[in-house]
Nanobody, 125 residues
Framework: QVRLVESGGGSVQHGGSLRLSCVASGYTMSIYCMGWFRQAPGTEREGVALISRLGTTAYANSVKGRFTISRDNAKNSLSLQMDSLQSEDSSMYYC???????????????????WGQGAQVTVAS
């Protein structure tokens, strides 16, 4: 079993930056890919970024060039640096781990085995 705990959410002005962090504990050796998702009220949870244990990354088109995902395998930690934030980035952000590609592309929520509790990001216009 793997436990994920996010931190770093908050409120920021339009154009500002925030950094989200996620720490994994438990059977972390089983984790190859980790990612970030977000979900605003009344919408479906959507994939934001993914990173493999080797550092290969993927991003949603809406955040390319503004968000950067990174991880520290030694510390079992995952980060999301968010720059040039816009009001449409306001959402609950979730850390996800244990991606199984047999269950769909990386943006498929049901393809992940573990989820954090979420961190709220609010961007004031």
């Amino acid at each position: 079993q793997v436990r994920l705990v996010e931190s770093g959410g908050g409120s920021v002005q339009h154009g500002g930056s925030l950094r989200l962090s996620c720490v994994a504990s438990g059977y972390t050796m089983s984790i190859y890919c980790m990612g970030w998702f977000r979900q605003a009220p009344g919408t479906e949870r959507e994939g934001v970024a993914l990173i493999s244990r080797l550092g290969t990354t993927a991003y949603a088109n809406s955040v390319k060039g503004r968000f950067t995902i990174s991880r520290d395998n030694a510390k079992n930690s995952l980060s999301l640096q968010m720059d040039s934030l816009q009001s449409e980035d306001s959402s609950m952000y979730y850390c996800a781990a244990g991606y199984d590609s047999r269950r769909g592309p990386w943006t498929t929520t049901s393809a992940y085995n573990y989820w954090g509790q979420g961190a709220q990001v609010t961007v004031a216009s």
